[in-house]
């Protein structure tokens, strides 16, 4: 079983950044799409973007031009700049393989507040 632990968030500014990362235990990471999902208080879990084996990319609305998913095959490692963050975006972060989920990790909590 693919263990994955997220890391980064905190507490930010409206208008702030954050870099979220993600580091898995997978052997085959380089060969899997991995995303970013969030879950805010009291709402469902949500994309916010894929990024495929080959540096294909894909954001949600939500996260265009604002943030950027990028990996490290070396590492093990998925990331997640996000820039201009709104109060919006508190949620708690998540990584997870799209089309071949493991057990969902504790997350990293992102608030953004004044």
């Known amino acids: 079983q693919v263990q994955l632990e997220e890391s980064g968030g905190g507490l930010v500014q409206p208008g702030g950044s954050l870099r979220l990362s993600c580091v898995a235990s997978?052997?085959?990471?380089?060969?899997?799409?991995m995303s970013w999902y969030r879950q805010a208080p009291g709402k469902q879990r949500e994309l916010v973007a894929t990024?495929?084996?080959?540096?294909?990319?894909d954001y949600q609305d939500s996260a265009k031009g604002r943030f950027t998913i990028s990996r490290d095959n070396a590492k093990k490692t998925l990331y997640l700049q996000m820039n201009s963050l709104k109060p919006e975006d508190t949620a708690v972060y998540y990584c997870?393989?799209?089309?071949?989920?493991?057990?969902w990790g504790q997350g990293t909590q992102v608030t953004v507040s004044s």
């Open positions: 997870n393989n799209p089309f071949a989920p493991s057990s």
């Open positions: 997978d052997s085959f990471f380089s060969l899997s799409a």
């Open positions: 990024i495929s084996s080959n540096g294909r990319i």
